[in-house]
């Protein structure tokens, strides 16, 4: 199954569709947020941008990601560069980037629970958690990535 979804939605428009719709969301939120005091029209459409993040990271994640743990160093990597300007435009909050990241390590930890380990999922899933405390969706966030990669 997993050869025929890959060969039929590889090259797919739909996940790039659902990509450039979020990107879009993402721009729209976060000049709602910096030119018009946080106009809660846009903040409204700004909040799609997160679900198709969520949803086109867990998506690739499963089916067309070789390197997974090159994935979310990438992740890290990222959020790391970007923390710093996020957090002089946007406040103490921490860069979505790593929750997206948690939610990847929170599947790997899901994962490994499976083969019967457990002490390295606990404390990853854990730091997850305690991570998700300090970003704009707390859990949910984190739990929306693995319902994706679930479903």
Known sequence: MNLLYSKLYKNSVTIELIKWLSII???IDHTAIVF???NE????IGRFAFIGFA???AHNYRYFT???FDYKLRLVNWGT???IPFSLIFGAEINILFLLAAGLYTI???ENIKTGKVL???LIISAALILSLFSGYFIFGILLIVLFYCI
């Open 41 to 44: 029209y846009m903040r409204f």
């Open 55 to 57: 949803f086109v990271l």
């Open 25 to 27: 969301a993402m721009i």
């Open 36 to 38: 018009y005091d946080n």
């Open 66 to 68: 070789r390197n997974k």
């Open 108 to 110: 790997d930890a899901i």
């Open 120 to 122: 390295y999922p606990t």
């Open 81 to 83: 560069v970007s923390q």
